[in-house]
């Protein structure tokens, strides 16, 4: 198996705390809610980093996890966890190019695989709703606990409504002050008809007052304990 590097930034413990939350949350779902989906109405609300974040949180409870990079359109990924160089992606495996083992790397987070999205392509909702698509997550299920996929922003593009036909649920993240509840409402819909559950939201960018009760008081009392 292929190996990727990460580049994790230490985050503060706020921003720590936010990831265990979302990650119980994201557990007490049930065992049943395998394939989630994340996405966002549109780009730099941060859903890419919140997908890598809970797929490394999820990973650090001894889970197998598989962060799977579907923006097939524009994919910030490799660029901005500066991965380095990667050969093969989702979209060379979804046309024939490669078999899914030269796609999925183990990383430098043990427990978490990654598979990135590859080339742009002219044929990406073809490529999503195909049958082998389809086998490839079903076969998948039953290798990893959970399936982390980080899909193109659905205020854009359809993407992600179709792959929400394939998940168990889905997150979305919506940057504070700057996203339009009618949009998000709208983004929220076209999930949930595609057959998804829509699990819960991650409210990005927000300024939190330094020096908080739970930013001060709890870091003192509980340190930074797993």
Known sequence: ????NIELEDLNYDM????????TNL?????????????????????????????????????KVLLLDMDLRKSVLVSRFEMGKVQYGMS????????LSDVICATNVPKLHVA???????????????????KMLESLKDVYDYIII????????????????ECDGAVLVIESGKTKYRLVQEVKAKI??????????VLSKVEVRKGGYYGEKYRQYYGHNE
Request: charged share 20%.
């Open 150 to 165: 980080d899909s193109a922003p659905l205020g854009l593009v359809i993407d992600a409504a179709i792959i929400a036909k």
């Open 92 to 99: 060379h495996f979804l046309s024939g190019q490669c078999p």
């Open 1 to 4: 198996m292929n190996r990727l």
């Open 16 to 23: 720590e705390e936010e990831f265990k939350t979302l990650r």
């Open 116 to 134: 990135v999205a590859g080339p742009s392509t002219p044929n990406t909702t073809e490529l999503l709703a195909s049958e082998k698509f389809h």
């Open 27 to 63: 557990m007490f779902c049930g065992v049943d809610k395998k394939v989630i989906l994340i996405t966002s109405t549109f780009p730099g609300e941060g859903k890419t980093e919140k997908s890598v974040y809970l797929s490394a949180a999820l990973a650090k409870m001894n889970k």
């Open 192 to 201: 949930e008809n595609s057959g998804c559950p829509v699990l819960g939201a």
